[in-house]
């Protein structure tokens, strides 16, 4: 007998972490005990999904993501939640999910608390109050946002709050307050010693790599803080990342906070604020450079300001990165316009130490290159076209059926409504009905998953002559054909060239 498969999906966000009720264990007791209480436990398959720290806004969740991932491939016969505002507050989605997607894969959804089960609303939307459900969690997520944010701008201005992460070259105190951290503050402190004697940022950076000083990621990764990916970095410091701590007033007491603003509610999207709307503290914690100092660096550091500086689009701009340590090559505006590798310019161990590339040759050469791997997979379509003709009217059969089946059932209760069946000749013809229903649904749903595998597999084919066409007549590389098909492009000191495209297997 096949196993019925059982969702137990539990999300737990930060807000929530208030509230012992919400909390994971007491979400996964709920769920266990409904599951118990089921007639198809006995032979149920029971998996939990746990999103913890995750808002409901959105549905931008990875255990979420996994879940209506099984529901397409009709691996999941249940979900169960504690109530609505579990599985989402944002009323147009989660109605999306619960009454056309779920239905569609014909998966059950329970929400315990809310007594909300589709299984007794067939056909149906749930009424109203599964409606207002839906847009109270919405509003009750935007309300708690908003006032999450007042409070923390009423903390801002009293210079009271404080984020989590501490700049570098400082660290958290026992009470939570930012202290300078000795081994870091001591290299801060040089940058700045190096730039008032008049040394430029990359000369820094140089020394810096020349004294062996670990670069801010790998230090913090060194002392247990991996969130830097620090796999490319080889002890290298960039520029910028100098150029940041030398403009970076925390470093002479002050807290900087509020600088950017998130976009919408739920999301991760931000951007950067006036600076007259920063909240700024002076003397808010131990300062590492003298005020004074700050400012002779400041007066130091060249800025150029260029408000009507026309900008050019280059084909390649922004793709191009080295392929020995996978950093992004950066183009010169000399009279012969090149690629360079200025990460490599510190250490003269790596291969490309001092790596220069042409860009009009490089641009040339990625051309020609995908000219001669298209070649290679053409012709296109040697076998005929893929004919859908026969799928839709295969899907259009079983939606009539689908639709004269629910009629009948319809007419089924309406019968039994005016007493002319009994209630067991109702129940056992309806029986019929939804197991043929069931039957119905399922191959309706072979039949969508086999019109998408040929609908993408028609698309990949007319990508691929849409970049035949494009490239078959191209004389140089344009930014509309990059944008088009490739991702990134990897070049090595021996002049070799990887591509990665975005539609990969239009090429392969």
Same mark, same amino acid.
């Given at each position: ?285 131990? /300062? &590492?450079? $003298?005020?004074? #100092?700050?400012?002779?660096?400041? @007066? ?5 300001? *260029?408000?009507? !500086? ?120 309806? /029986? &019929?009905? $939804?197991?043929? #229903?069931?039957?119905?649904?399922? @191959? ?5 998953? *086999?019109?998408? !595998? ?55």
């Amino acid at each position: 007998m096949q196993k019925y498969e059982i969702a137990l999906y539990i999300r737990l966000s930060i807000e929530d972490y208030k509230y012992d009720s919400l909390s994971i264990e007491n979400q996964s007791l709920v769920l266990h005990e409904f599951v118990a209480s089921m007639p198809e436990s006995e032979n149920a398959e029971v998996t939990e999904y746990i999103d913890n720290g995750y808002s409901g806004t959105n549905f931008e969740r990875p255990q979420v993501q996994k879940l209506l991932e099984l529901v397409r491939e009709n691996k999941i016969d249940c979900i169960i939640v504690k109530d609505l505002s579990r599985f989402g507050r944002n009323s147009i989605e989660t109605g999306y999910f619960i009454e056309r997607v779920f239905p569609l894969f014909h998966t059950r959804f329970i929400s315990v608390s809310d007594d909300f089960d589709t299984n007794n609303f067939r056909g149906d939307t749930g009424g109203m109050d599964v409606a207002f459900k839906y847009l109270i969690n919405e509003y009750y997520s935007r309300d708690m946002s908003l006032k999450t944010k007042s409070a923390k701008h009423a903390k801002m201005q009293r210079g009271e709050y404080q984020s989590k992460i501490c700049p570098y070259g400082y660290r958290k105190s026992d009470d939570g307050r930012m202290e300078p951290d000795p081994e870091a503050a001591a290299v801060v402190q040089l940058i700045y010693e190096l730039a008032a004697s008049g040394t430029s940022a990359a000369e820094i950076a140089r020394e810096l790599f020349r004294r062996g000083i670990p670069t801010p990621g790998e230090y913090k990764a060194a002392h247990g803080n991996h969130t830097h990916d620090i796999s490319r970095t080889h002890g290298i410091w960039c520029s910028s990342t100098v150029l940041r701590i030398l403009e970076d007033e925390r470093y002479i007491g002050s807290y900087v906070i509020g600088k950017r603003a998130v976009i919408e509610v739920g999301g991760s999207r931000s951007r950067m604020k006036d600076r007259e709307k920063w909240h700024i503290i002076p003397d808010h914690h131990p /300062a &590492i450079i $003298d005020k004074a #100092l700050f400012e002779q660096v400041q @007066a130091t550091q060249r800025r150029f300001s *260029q408000p009507h !500086k026309v900008k050019h689009d280059y084909p390649l701009k922004g793709i191009v990165f080295c392929g020995c340590c996978g950093h992004a090559l950066s183009r010169t505006f000399q009279k012969t316009a090149r690629y360079i590798c200025r990460h490599s310019q510190a250490d003269k161990s790596l291969d490309c130490y001092h790596a220069a590339y042409d860009a009009a040759k490089l641009e040339q050469g990625v051309l020609l290159l995908m000219k001669k791997q298209l070649e290679v997979t053409l012709p296109v379509n040697p076998d005929g076209t893929i004919q859908l003709k026969a799928v839709v009217e295969e899907r259009s059969a079983y939606e009539q059926q689908m639709d004269e089946l629910l009629d009948c059932k319809q007419n089924l209760f309406e019968q039994y409504l005016m007493g002319e069946i009994t209630l067991e000749s109702y129940q056992a013809q309806k /029986a &019929i009905y $939804d197991e043929r #229903l069931l039957l119905i649904k399922s @191959a309706y749903a072979a039949v969508v998953a *086999q019109a998408k !595998k040929k609908q993408e597999e028609l698309e990949r084919r007319s990508n691929r002559q849409n970049a035949a066409k494009l490239l078959e007549d191209a004389d140089e590389l344009t930014t509309a054909m990059v944008s088009l098909l490739i991702e990134k492009v990897r070049v090595f000191p021996n002049k070799k060239i990887e591509i990665e495209y975005k539609v990969r297997d239009i090429f392969e």
